[in-house]
């Protein structure tokens, strides 16, 4: 069972952190005509950082303390380390009437709407095969309970 509750643990941490991604890609597609921000300036876009959640306690250790060699790409999961500011310029769009005008020109949020449906969808599917591989790792566990009977 140990096994299947650490591929459900997998599973679950994908799920959280694909959320988050696409809470992120969101909230830049909102924010793609913000102008003026708390912190002063247009809108930056913003990118979620995953990293793998180093496993423990796992078969990769039984391996590595065996001799095995190359067994570090053992993982219990993702997880989202950071969430930065992207760098780049802003785009430049020609508008006097705008209050925030410099010279007849408005710095822009460096988000681009396509780019950001791309990244959406990216997300959206990687959320789809992780709930899909929890459900059937579920469904496995109840397979081998309903076998016991």
Known sequence: MA???GSLSISASGLTA???V????SNNIANADTTRT???????????ILQPIAASGS???ALQQAGVQNVSNATDGVQVSAIVQAPGPFKLVYDPSSPDAVNGYV??????????????MSASRAYEANATAFD???????SAI????
């Open 22 to 25: 696409m809470d992120v890609v």
């Open 18 to 20: 694909q959320r988050l």
């Open 136 to 142: 059937a790792t579920k469904s496995m566990m109840m």
């Open 107 to 120: 710095e822009m949020p460096n988000v681009n709407i396509s780019t950001e449906m791309v990244d959406l």
């Open 146 to 149: 309903n076998l016991g009977k």
């Open 3 to 5: 096994g299947w509750m």
């Open 59 to 61: 078969f990769a250790d």
């Open 38 to 48: 708390p912190q002063g300036g247009p809108y930056r876009k913003e990118i979620a």
